[in-house]
T-cell receptor, first 114, second 111 residues
Framework: AQSVTQLGSHVSVSEGALVLLRCNYSSSVPPYLFWYVQYPNQGLQLLLKYTSAATLVKGINGFEAEFKKSETSFHLTKPSAHMSDAAEYFC????????????FGSGTRLLVRP | SQTIHQWPATLVQPVGSPLSLECTVEGTSNPNLYWYRQAAGRGLQLLFYSVGIGQISSEVPQNLSASRPQDRQFILSSKKLLLSDSGFYLCAYTGVQETQYFGPGTRLLVL
């Protein structure tokens, strides 16, 4: 069965610093992997996804993630944090069955200090 | 292009009252549809999903039910709300490669 672990419920960085949000997955089949962002009182917005093409995936707002099969990881990075990046971030893995369910991690809240 | 709507945006209801939340999708046909709940400060909990009209799968036994009367309409209901039903309810549909797209959500407060 698929599962997702996000290390760190809260991550705090200074504006301009590197953002690194960690995600490890478990999957019995080649995974589809996703990162979503949620701003307060809003729905989730897709940041990027990996679906077995290039292992380095670029998303919106300058974010990217690298799929590393050997480490079963899909960490999210951004070279320089902006105040507007403060939000909650969710990693998810696809169930790869007819339900098309996503299994979500517990989320990481990113705080950006001025 | 596809869009997803939820209403109402905010709802305050007394304990024991009924509930009906609606989700509609435009620009796609026969999508898989999902209801999630976020309790305050917690992650996403999948409540129900549907792979077609009249087909509902429940993920968590609870006070809520779901229905899909039309291809692009998904309704979340309750006959009698509990305090623990408070939360942020999100509807989503599936696009290509299992990608889910979320609606704006409904904030429910049960008093």
């Amino acid at each position: 069965a698929q599962s997702v672990t996000q290390l760190g419920s809260h991550v705090s960085v200074s504006e301009g610093a590197l953002v690194l949000l960690r995600c490890n997955y478990s999957s019995s089949v080649p995974p589809y992997l996703f990162w979503y962002v949620q701003y307060p009182n809003q729905g989730l917005q897709l940041l990027l996804k990996y679906t077995s093409a290039a292992t380095l995936v670029k998303g919106i707002n300058g974010f990217e993630a690298e799929f590393k099969k050997s480490e079963t990881s899909f960490h999210l990075t951004k070279p320089s944090a902006h105040m507007s990046d403060a939000a909650e971030y969710f990693c998810a893995v696809g169930s790869r069955d007819s339900s098309y369910k996503l299994i979500f991690g517990s989320g990481t809240r990113l705080l950006v200090r001025p | 292009s596809q869009t997803i709507h939820q209403w109402p945006a905010t709802l305050v209801q007394p304990v024991g009252s009924p509930l009906s939340l609606e989700c509609t999708v435009e620009g796609t046909s026969n999508p898989n549809l999902y209801w999630y709940r976020q309790a305050a400060g917690r992650g996403l909990q999948l409540l129900f999903y549907s792979v077609g009209i009249g087909q509902i799968s429940s993920e968590v036994p609870q006070n809520l039910s779901a229905s899909r009367p039309q291809d692009r309409q998904f309704i979340l209901s309750s006959k009698k709300l509990l305090l623990s039903d408070s939360g942020f309810y999100l509807c989503a549909y599936t696009g290509v490669q299992e990608t889910q797209y979320f609606g704006p959500g409904t904030r429910l407060l049960v008093l």
